[in-house]
């Protein structure tokens, strides 16, 4: 039998937060202003919190929904290679170097592109276009202002 264990979920990192604050699951619920049921789910990773209630839970855990973030994702293995640093690390026609240079210029790449799309996502905001990604559930229909029609 292995005695490798899987990284903690975010859920579980808002458990251990819990438990640390010694905050019973009712409480911690109660200040956020969700069911007990609700954040029994996030906690055991069945349910994903939005950003708005991640940010309130980390609020009452005294601490920063960035925080947690970054602690659940610092313990999650790296990841093996895409498969477009495979092809390059396959490629007979580059030399070592060449190989060294396009992956970190990928890596970056793609590092810069994974980060804007979490500060869009934030803010509400495609990052790459700038386009609003509210679903407008809650908004006024689009015309006029008041939302009476165009």
């Given amino acids: ?12 990192i808002i458990r251990q937060q819990r438990e640390l604050a010694e905050l019973p699951m009712r409480q911690l619920a109660a ?21 708005h209630v991640l940010g309130a839970i980390a609020k009452s855990l005294q601490t920063s929904s960035e925080a947690l973030q970054t602690q659940a994702e610092a313990l999650v293995p790296p990841a093996a290679p895409s498969d477009v640093v495979a ?10 170097r060449q190989r060294q240079a396009l992956v970190e210029v990928y890596t970056a790449l793609t590092e810069t592109t994974i980060a804007r ?11 790459d276009t700038g386009a609003d990604t ?15 029609g165009p």
């Fill in 87 to 96: 092809a390059i690390e396959r490629d007979p026609d580059l030399t070592a």
């Fill in 1 to 12: 039998m292995s005695d490798r264990r899987t990284p903690p979920t975010l859920g579980e």
């Fill in 31 to 51: 200040m956020v202003g969700i069911s007990g049921p609700y954040l029994s789910q996030i906690e055991r990773g069945l349910r994903a919190p939005s950003e």
């Fill in 117 to 127: 799309r979490r500060r869009g996502r934030a803010r509400g905001t495609d990052a």
């Fill in 134 to 148: 509210d679903t407008g559930a809650d908004t006024e229909e689009p015309g006029t202002e008041d939302g009476s």
